[in-house]
């Protein structure tokens, strides 16, 4: 049951970008923000970063708002997530306290110490930048064939 819905969210999602009224570029761009705002260790608000570097950065607030909210379909893997920004975030920044796979919480992290977070931001970072490349690439292409279809119904 809670498959189908989130497939018909999904959907949802997709609808409405097709239908924004913008350059594929922007609406990419914009999606993208929005993934690697999902990517960061700053639980509850990815929506709330997304929306203000996409208006920063006059990008599709909308698309950015879409992007962040497709975080709900890694949600269940969100503590492994967590673990391997931590894991990698911690060979560029210097860690006094371990994390665990049963600690990957971010209240847990953040009572861990702030070396442990530094760590996780960095890694985020890093797992985020080929995330966000591929998909604003996909998300490109996908834009330039709905304006092509509405430039076709149109001239019909």
Known sequence: MARIALKQRIREIWQKLSHLDARPDQIAAGF???IFASFLPLNPSPIIVATVVAWLLKRNVIAAVAGATT?????PLLPLIWLAEFRLGKLIVPVRHPLTLDHARLWDVLQKGWDVYAAMFVGSIIIAT???LLTY???KRLAKRWARQKNEQHSD
Do not use: E, H, N
């Not at 975080?71 to 949600?75: F, Q």
């Open 71 to 75: 975080a709900i379909l890694y949600t």
């Open 137 to 139: 690439w996909v998300v």
């Open 130 to 132: 080929p995330v966000t």
């Open 32 to 34: 993208s923000i929005g």
